[in-house]
């Protein structure tokens, strides 16, 4: 299964890297970003750049919302794992207690 997993990223990773590097040698150009719509030509809202680099961050930028966005996502379940995780534990200790012949801790039945 490891090796399948190599391979596979191999097969993904390889050709996506070959095509940044394309974009990156195919858009050298400088570029300027203006971030001020009224007044395009205003230095002071503006960004010059070579073009591939606008595109790089423009991919970076989105991977990193949607990592944030699906660990925002599956808060409940980490929670409901961290709860679920708390009572095994917990399971684990009576069980072990009646085992060993003593009665199970009140103290850990309360938490």
């Known amino acids: 299964m490891d090796k399948f997993k190599k391979i596979l990223s191999l097969v993904i990773f390889v050709p996506l890297g070959i095509i940044l590097i394309v974009l990156a040698v195919a858009n050298r150009q400088t570029v300027t970003l203006a971030l001020n719509p009224f007044r395009p030509e205003d230095s002071v809202l503006s960004v010059s750049a070579p073009f591939f680099l606008f595109l790089l961050l423009a991919v970076l930028l989105g991977m990193l919302i ?43 039945a309360s938490k």
């Not at 399971?91 to 207690?97: F, I, R, S, T």
């Open 66 to 108: 949607g990592a944030a966005v699906t660990w925002w996502s599956q808060g409940r379940h980490r929670k409901q794992a961290r709860v679920e995780a708390r009572e095994a534990a917990r399971w684990q200790n009576e069980h072990k207690a009646v085992v060993a012949g003593r009665p199970a801790s009140r103290q850990l």
